[in-house]
């Protein structure tokens, strides 16, 4: 997957456990209908405007099942398309065509979706330094490509998972028995370039987060006024995120209180799939 940042291993096993799901044994009804030997023409349009993700994937998919695949993409991940525009050509076997058409529409709809759906939050505090960051909300074995997908909508990935990053959250404090504490043990226990972050939700917490070294600290739920206030108690001592509730109505507000970065859960756990269409032309 060259180009992408994608990993070649991960995508391989991600598709390798699709086909095991979907196909099984073999999709009975193009092997009985259709000689291994015939070959076919399809395309792939948008049938509603948004932003391309997830092409190299969906490439693939129709590449482990036809080794002499011709793709001819039309447009590139993170470009924008609007209903009708052609996305890409494809010739390849018409058994592979058709019985890797559903699992190649899913994940790019979803992953189109997703960069669209991201696109319109950066749209929404252009022009300011705020970033919007996805979170770890995503569908089970498909955080590789859920957060490829906000990169190519122009967001910016969070913490991959619980390893690279340390997020010391409400039942952390209450077992380690403060902010303070917390932060220090955790500090101990893990490599120095490793970050953390403490969630918050209180000036009180925010003034001892930021006493106590957090590299990041997340204003979780706060109103605006709120955290306009959190901004100047923490005086650019570290990085500020703001979390919780955060639809598309409330950034450019948000984006005004001095905070860094948005993190928005709605960019990939209830995402709308962009309506994507595969059509046989030529057999």
Known sequence: MEGTGLNSEEVDFIIDHAFREDIGSGDITSNSLIPESTTAKASMTAKADGVIAGLPIAKKVFEKLDSNLIWKPIVKDGDRVKKGDLIVEIEASFRALLTGERLALNLLQRLSGIATETAKYVKEVEGTKVKILDTRKTVPGLRTFDKYAVKMGGGTNHRIGLFDLAMIKDNHIKIAGGITKAVAQVRKAIPADIK?????????EVAEAADAGSDIIMLDNMSNEMMTEAVKLI?????VEASGNMNIQRLKGVAATGIDVISVGALTHSVIALDISQNICQI
């Not at 953390?196 to 009180?204: A, F, N, Q, R």
């Not at 005086?235 to 990085?239: A, E, S």
């Open 196 to 204: 953390i972050e403490v969630e918050t939700t209180t000036l009180e």
């Open 235 to 239: 005086n650019g001592r570290c990085l």
